[in-house]
Structure formats: C-alpha cells, structure tokens
C-alpha cells in the first residue's frame, strides 16, 4: 500500500469471557511492534461500532475469537472437530462469511457478520476488510485464555504482522 492508504486493526473481544479476549490480546501486541503509520484500536462492545471506527480507513484488520467446537468450511458446512487456537482468514470485503462463524456463539449483541452486511448494503465497507477468527476453547467467566489458544498467540501475531507489513 504505498499510495498512503490508511490501516486500522482492531482486536475485539470480551476480556472476562476466557478466550473470548483474544483478538484483544493480540491487538496489544501488534500496537507494539506495527509502523506508527498503522493505527491499532481494541475494541470491547457491539460490533455495529464498527462501522464508525473504520468510516476514515481504507483497510481494516479485524481480529476475533470464533465459535467453539464448530469448523465452518468455505461451503457453509460445518463439523464438530474443535482446533482452539485454530486460524481463520476471511477476506470479507471479497467473499460472503460462513453463515455460523461468527453469529451463534457471539458475545456481541449485534455480530460482525450483520455488521459488514449493513456496511455493504450502505456502501460503507472498507475497500479491504480482513477478518482474522481464532478458534476459541473456553467462554465461559474468568479472564485466562485456555492453554491452546495462549500458545497460538505468537504465531498468529506473528502472521497478522507479516500481511500488514506486506502491504505497506
């Protein structure tokens, strides 16, 4: 992106709901170690806030944790294997969310896939909307991530960050 395009990430999550604080986990350490030029937000209630944190960004990172012991295929299809720790990309601007992903399990009252549909509809969707889900374990009160999903968060912000420098 070197025609100075702008760059949001935004890690989203519930801190007392276990793994659901994931996404917030990891977006502290990309606040660390990302260009100043790329902003990083955390972001804790209703996901149609979102449309208003990404209204001036060309490109937005968005971070999650994703529905327990459901693995969505691309099709729609879904099985019981559960992968905590698991990583999901989505380029959500490009293709449609597997219709469960995001939605059942969700802490948030209105969930990221009503959210981009709404933008869509709206023509407010960022020209780049990456969805990263990490499958979650354990939702249930407290504020430790579940042991699979801690180890994964190097490799995942190791990933996140290789894209988004990719791209500058």
Same mark, same amino acid.
């Given at each position: 992106?070197?025609?100075?395009?702008? #760059?949001?990430?935004?890690? @989203?999550?519930?801190p007392?709901?276990?793994?659901?604080?994931?996404?917030?986990?990891?977006?502290r350490?990309?606040?660390? #170690?990302?260009?100043?030029?790329?902003?990083?937000?955390t972001?804790?209630?209703?996901?149609?806030?979102? @449309?208003?944190?990404?209204?001036?960004?060309?490109?937005?990172?968005? #971070?999650?944790?994703?529905?327990?012991?459901?693995?969505?295929?691309?099709?729609?299809?879904?099985?019981?294997?559960?992968?905590?720790?698991?990583?999901?990309?989505?380029?959500?601007?490009?293709?449609q969310?597997?219709?469960?992903?995001?939605?059942?399990?969700?802490?948030?009252?209105?969930?990221?896939?009503?959210?981009?549909?709404?933008?869509?509809?709206?023509? @407010?969707?960022?020209?780049?909307?990456?969805?990263?889900?990490?499958?979650?374990?354990?939702?249930?009160?407290?504020?430790?991530?579940?042991?699979?999903?801690?180890?994964?968060?190097?490799?995942?912000?190791?990933?996140?960050?290789?894209?988004?420098?990719?791209?500058?």
């Open positions: 992106m070197s025609d100075g395009k702008s #760059i949001l990430v935004i890690g @989203m999550g519930n007392y709901r276990c793994d659901d604080g994931i996404g917030l986990q990891i977006a350490k990309l606040s660390k #170690i990302l260009p100043e030029k790329v902003k990083v937000q972001h804790t209630s209703d996901a149609l806030v979102l @449309m208003e944190l990404w209204q001036n960004y060309d490109c937005v990172y968005l #971070i999650d944790a994703v529905n327990p012991g459901l693995r969505c295929h691309r099709n729609g299809s879904h099985d019981e294997e559960q992968v905590p720790g698991r990583l999901y990309r989505f380029d959500a601007a490009a293709e969310l597997p219709p469960i992903f995001f939605t059942k399990y969700s802490t948030h009252c209105f969930s990221i896939q009503e959210t981009i549909a709404l933008c869509k509809n709206l023509e @407010m969707l960022p020209e780049k909307l990456i969805i990263y889900g990490i499958e979650g374990h354990s939702f249930r009160v407290g504020t430790e991530l579940s042991g699979k999903v801690k180890q994964a968060i190097a490799g995942i912000t190791d990933c996140i960050k290789k894209e988004i420098e990719d791209s500058l």
